[in-house]
């Protein structure tokens, strides 16, 4: 069983980071919600660019590049209400995401992306994908608790970008 406790100790590890922490707070994520997939989102505010930093399935959603985060409601909710979006069927995923058929090939049909927001700026975003009608009012409300250890990897993630470390 995975638990906050088990976040906490791979965030306290020397060696193996951010990779330590981005498996621990993965672990918790599958833990408290549930997820197919799980992929972090930092955002750029100068140059208005998103960035995939993590990702459960490498091979479909690869951790590289970056993308401009193009203004749309999904943008609206979650960067600028600072709301989670919620998406319980392929429509509604649709609407938003342009990869939907990806999706959908991975078995997935619902997802929510979580804010995560220290002083006011979104560091990025929790990306959590499961089966269609997965993500119900309880679990949306228990995705809140994965904000603190999503903003503490966040800023594990900053920091080694800012010192160059990357293992």
């Given at each position: 069983?995975?638990?906050?406790?088990?976040?906490?100790?791979?965030?306290?590890?020397?060696?193996?980071?951010?990779?330590?922490?981005?498996?621990?707070?993965?672990?918790?994520?599958?833990?408290?919600?549930?997820?197919?997939?799980?992929?972090?989102?930092?955002?750029?505010?100068?140059?208005?660019?998103?960035?995939?930093?993590?990702?459960?399935?490498?091979?479909?959603?690869?951790?590289s590049g970056r993308k401009p985060a193009d203004r749309t409601e999904w943008s609206e909710i979650v960067m600028e209400r600072h709301q989670t979006?919620?998406?319980?069927?392929?429509?509604?995923?649709?609407?938003?995401?342009?990869?939907?058929?990806?999706?959908?090939?991975?078995?997935?049909?619902?997802?929510?992306?979580?804010?995560?927001?220290?002083?006011?700026?979104?560091?990025?975003?929790?990306?959590?994908?499961?089966?269609?009608?997965?993500?119900?009012?309880?679990?949306?409300?228990?995705?809140?608790?994965?904000?603190?250890?999503?903003?503490?990897?966040?800023?594990?993630?900053?920091?080694?970008?800012?010192?160059?470390?990357?293992?």
């Amino acid at each position: 069983m995975t638990d906050l406790t088990d976040f906490i100790r791979a965030l306290s590890q020397e060696n193996d980071q951010p990779h330590a922490t981005l498996r621990a707070l993965e672990a918790l994520v599958k833990h408290v919600v549930g997820a197919r997939l799980f992929t972090l989102m930092t955002f750029d505010e100068a140059t208005g660019e998103a960035s995939r930093a993590w990702s459960s399935q490498p091979q479909e959603y690869p951790v590289s590049g970056r993308k401009p985060a193009d203004r749309t409601e999904w943008s609206e909710i979650v960067m600028e209400r600072h709301q989670t979006f919620v998406a319980n069927d392929i429509d509604a995923i649709a609407k938003v995401f342009p990869d939907y058929e990806l999706i959908r090939s991975l078995g997935c049909g619902s997802c929510i992306n979580v804010p995560v927001v220290v002083a006011g700026r979104v560091l990025g975003t929790l990306n959590i994908l499961h089966q269609a009608g997965h993500y119900t009012p309880a679990r949306v409300a228990a995705s809140e608790m994965l904000k603190l250890p999503g903003a503490l990897a966040f800023i594990l993630l900053e920091n080694n970008a800012l010192t160059g470390d990357s293992e």
